[in-house]
């Protein structure tokens, strides 16, 4: 990365939600690499949080912290915001990232379930958008939601995860069209990238990555390579939604 490139994002501040481990984590480390300060947000994953903060911390003093909250509450949500703006003064990028998956067959899907996953997918960025719209209109900012393929074509027994989702893709839209010329929102959508830690079996795998057209799964960081182009270097895009899926998408 020439030093161009960092400048661009030298002294603006992110904050991914669920960046505690998996593709969040490398999301932040990946904006960190590219010159700007990360606040890791987390809920349970308080050790992994830190563990992370130091190891950015150690790279460049004073470019990391973590913040907690249930982005399934609003008050939390609300919060955090107050709290990180205390301590940042600006907010420059928002990914949307924390995410809950798993199956919920029809005839067993409860109103926790619902609640869940809609929190977690749909309500959380639409509310924490909304709380840190004063800061990100100030910077010129950008917000990106973490999608998902199947916002587009169901995956069988994820009926409200799939809803969710869908209804994230219209939301990052709309934020979009409400929120231009001021803030630009953008969404990338991963397809078979790392596999759920439950509720996937390995017939459901390998039938996922016979769709695609590259024959494999991607990595984390191919979908942090989409977030930081997004931010970085595509000032005139607004309103969008990559698919990462090794062409998923494509052959459906």
């Known amino acids: 990365m020439t030093g161009s490139e960092q400048q661009k994002l030298s002294g603006r501040w992110a904050l991914v939600t669920g960046a505690a481990k998996r593709i969040g984590a490398v999301v932040a480390t990946t904006l960190h690499e590219a010159g700007a300060n990360v606040v890791i947000h987390y809920h349970r994953s308080a050790a992994e949080a830190e563990q992370l903060a130091a190891e950015l911390n150690g790279r460049r003093a004073s470019s990391a912290f973590t913040a907690t909250a249930d982005v399934r509450d609003v008050a939390e949500l609300q919060r955090m915001a107050k709290q990180v703006l205390e301590r940042t003064g600006r907010l420059d990028v928002l990914v949307n990232n924390a995410s809950n998956f798993y199956p919920t067959p ?54 409200v995860y799939g809803a969710a989702k869908a209804g ?85």
């Open 106 to 159: 029809l005839g067993t899907v409860t109103e926790e379930n619902w609640y869940d996953l809609m929190g977690s997918n749909l309500k959380a960025p639409l509310f924490l958008s909304q709380a840190m719209l004063p800061a990100l209109r100030t910077a010129n900012g950008v917000i990106i939601n973490i999608v998902d393929v199947h916002s587009q074509r169901p995956l069988r027994d994820h009926v």
């Open 168 to 252: 994230l893709a219209m939301l990052t839209r709309s934020l979009a069209k409400d929120l231009g010329p001021h803030v630009r929102v953008n969404g990338v959508s991963p397809g078979a990238i790392i596999w759920p830690e439950e509720g996937m079996s390995d017939h459901l795998r390998a039938a996922i990555i016979r769709q695609t057209a590259l024959k494999r799964s991607g990595t984390p960081e191919d979908i942090a390579a989409a977030v930081l182009f997004l931010v970085r270097d595509a000032p005139y895009v607004t309103g969008q939604i990559i698919a990462v899926d090794g062409g998923r998408s494509v052959g459906w």
